[in-house]
């Protein structure tokens, strides 16, 4: 499996035994954190939600598609579901390859697509006891504007 | 548009059968020739898929041959040497064991065809899924076939699911029904001698034109989950409801009235079974259908 979730603390160096590869001379991996800010926000915890089903199916794609596109040894990606605390680690992408530059590209690919790409929700709860769902909100809020800027909006 | 050639696929070791299934007769002729006969009716030509192992089986090799030409075996193999003898050509491929397809179902495919995408294909009256063995490839799925298959893939059903093909309703429920042990043979058998005169009327495009009517107006029952915002504003995670919608563009415009959904369509993503889809794909009864909110992985 090149994508999976988990419901409890991400075990990085776990995963990154699943890795290993003795032709591979690099590992690069990027580590998403949960921030205590978010547009000028001042958040205190985050909910993520997933529709499973197709988010482990579009991740595997995502990571099948770095596999073919850059020599590299191996892939994966684990990402949280369930409530999360400031710093907890949110997503995690690993890589193995014979040469670190094409390890450092395809993280980068995977991390960027995984987060344009798989059906997975954020909601954040603010300092000042509201809360609400990143990239969904703010549009909705705001109902009387054109199609063009809820698009660009919601593309963000 | 490329043009279609026909691809019968007759390289299987028909196990189940424990005899050769391309040699199984249906009112006195065998279903291979009965597969070929019926792409030659809506293809300029039509080769059998065979393994080289059956190029000198004299029930194949009355038939111009495609022979299997990539490593590897099953019907992703045949698919990819089609694609890969013509690069310019798109396929109808049907597997020779599909005694209740019509003409008229051949005919809605070829008729509804996306060239803009890797396939067209029937969906599954039992599962929803993609039909893969009788359906349209086009020229491009060649490259995209050997990018599936060099990374472990075999299977040309879950490459369809991965690849949003377009899916097309079946016009009846068994007309993709294939034969695979020989008490399933003796049942197509008397279904067949029963409707004979039925099957033979389903033809032409009146029929597949009511058809397709008679799916637009019925009331289905559908599956429908929500996640996030829309599961908090629909205030239930799922429900099954009934509906006349022929569309998931459709649908949302109901469920948005009925919930008060906030976001706009062009915002969303739809899935159906557990892929991305089209807004303006036909939806069947029990079809399980998930709006999907802009994004916020990672």
Known sequence: MLFRFSTSAIDAAAARLELRDAGAGGFVSFEGWVREHNEGREVTRLEYEAFQELAVKEGDRIVSEALRRFPIKHALCIHRVGALCLSDMAVWVGVSAV??????????????????????WK?????SGDSGWVNCEHCAAAPHRSHDAWAHDAGR | MPPVYGLVLAGGASTRMQRDK???????????????????????????????SQVADPLRAAHPLLVDSLPGEGPLV?????????????????????????????????????????ATAFKSAHDGLPEPLCAVWEPA??????????????CPRKFLMRNAPKLLAPLDERALDNINTPAEYAAAHAALDAARGVLDAATG????????????????????????LMREQAGRSEETIETAAATPADLYGEL????????HREQLKVAVNGEFSDWSRPLAAGDAVVFIPPVAGG
Do not use: N
């Open chain 1, 99 to 120: 040469h670190r530059g094409e390890a450092f590209d395809a993280c980068r690919y995977i991390i960027d697509e995984v987060k344009h790409r798989a059906p997975i």
């Open chain 1, 123 to 127: 909601k954040e709860h603010y300092r």
């Open chain 2, 22 to 52: 391309a040699a199984l007769r249906y009112r006195g002729k065998s279903q291979l020739d009965r597969a070929v006969e019926l792409a030659a009716r809506h293809c300029r030509r039509v080769f059998v898929s065979v393994r080289p």
């Open chain 2, 78 to 118: 045949g698919i990819r040497s089609g694609l890969a003898a013509f690069p310019d050509v798109a396929w109808l491929i049907i597997a020779c064991d599909l005694p209740f397809l019509s003409d008229a179902a051949v005919e809605y495919l070829l008729q509804q065809r996306d060239p803009r995408l890797l």
């Open chain 2, 141 to 154: 799925a060649g490259a995209a076939l050997a990018g599936y298959q060099a990374t472990g893939g075999h």
């Open chain 2, 205 to 228: 495009a009146d029929a597949v034109r009511g058809a397709i009517g008679l799916h637009d107006v019925d009331v289905m029952k559908l599956q429908i989950q929500y996640f996030a």
């Open chain 2, 256 to 263: 948005s009235a009925r919930h008060g959904f906030t976001l």
